[in-house]
């Protein structure tokens, strides 16, 4: 862990330089599902659907939707994007020809999908308030951004240390079917938890998803509690640690 060094901003740079190539169509297609969402669910199922906590379904799902986002958009970025960088364009090889460690190289890949992840979730905001949906309060734009941040490490970090072991991209399968995708249906995002069979209920608090949804409807509504800092404190202790264990694993890949 010595090796990691400021030299991680260069692998952001060069990942960013030719992100500006696709940035057009990226933002489009980031904006398509968002718009899917929103629409179908928020407008289309929410009409016939009654009042949360008193307020339209579309402002129950925006908060969840935002959190899924950045959630989705980093874990993919470290997943595919990583993989294809590694190992169909030897990018990494050349990287480690130069004074560039494997620390800085994983560290740079997490902080760019970090920035994806904002990307999607400012988005996923962006059309939201289109649709009338905002934060209880100018200091929530704050702490929404914060949230989205610490989301997009954890995920980030959590799907590095997937990729440091995948030998081929059908290995992604397993995590995104067997983890991304429960967790988003099954995390608050889409329906209330509290009327769920205890165990259920229980099981969910172990999905960091669950608690950052949690943290995001808080800041919607204004309505704040002790336990939501407990949240937070969860999602950075679980994301430091997967970041150590990305550093450990993908070096252990890139240097034999």
Request: with cysteine; net charge positive.
């Amino acid at each position: 862990m010595n090796n990691l060094s400021s030299r991680a901003l260069f692998i952001v740079k060069r990942n960013m330089w030719s992100y500006k190539d696709f940035v057009v169509p990226t933002i489009l297609v980031s904006l398509g599902e968002p718009l899917f969402y929103l629409v179908a669910m928020g407008l289309g199922l929410g009409a016939y659907m009654g009042a949360f906590g008193g307020k339209p379904y579309l402002n129950f799902l925006v908060p969840g939707l935002i959190t899924t986002s950045a959630m989705l958009s980093s874990s993919f970025e470290c997943l595919y994007g990583t993989f294809v960088r590694m190992i169909h364009e030897k990018m990494f090889d050349e990287y480690l020809a130069t004074p560039i460690s494997a620390e800085d190289i994983v560290a740079g890949e997490i902080i760019w999908a970090v920035f994806r992840g904002l990307i999607s979730g400012l988005l996923m905001l962006f059309v939201s308030m289109i649709l009338g949906v905002y934060p209880a309060s100018l200091f929530g734009y704050i702490l929404i951004f914060v949230l989205m941040a610490t989301v997009s490490f954890l995920f980030s970090s959590l799907s590095m240390i997937v990729t440091s072991f995948a030998p081929n991209f059908d290995f992604f399968n397993y995590y995104t079917e067997l983890f991304l995708t429960p967790m988003f249906f099954f995390a608050g995002v889409f329906f209330p938890l509290d009327k769920m069979p205890f165990f259920f209920k229980l099981a969910t608090q172990l999905l960091p998803l669950t608690h950052a949804v949690a943290i995001s409807r808080a800041i919607y509504s204004g309505i704040y509690a002790p336990l939501l800092i407990v949240r937070f404190l969860i999602l950075l202790a679980v994301g430091i640690v997967c970041f150590f264990l990305a550093l450990y694993f993908m070096k252990r890949r890139l240097i034999k």
